[in-house]
């Protein structure tokens, strides 16, 4: 990819370097970094479920600690 003075950006790799143009070259990503980047969020995501399960159990234990069924939860 080339940058030209006039903020032009040439894709075409046939078109040859001009004066003042400036060469970007992109970097490499290894297709392992895109598995490892998603069972990261993959593992994010079932924490945060988990959490959200043991906090509404944890709220329905608090709130009705004799196992009674509540009716509002009936609804």
Do not use: H
Request: without cysteine; proline residues 12%; aromatic residues 10%.
């Amino acid at each position: 990819m080339m940058r030209r003075p006039s903020g032009q950006v040439q894709l075409d790799s046939w078109q040859p370097p001009q004066p003042g143009d400036e060469l970007i070259a992109l970097p490499y990503l290894d297709p392992k970094f895109f598995n490892t980047s998603q069972e990261v969020i993959t593992a994010l995501f079932q924490v945060a479920l988990a959490a959200r399960v043991i906090k509404d159990w944890w709220r329905a234990a608090i709130s009705n600690p004799a196992g009674q069924p509540n009716p509002q939860s009936l609804l």
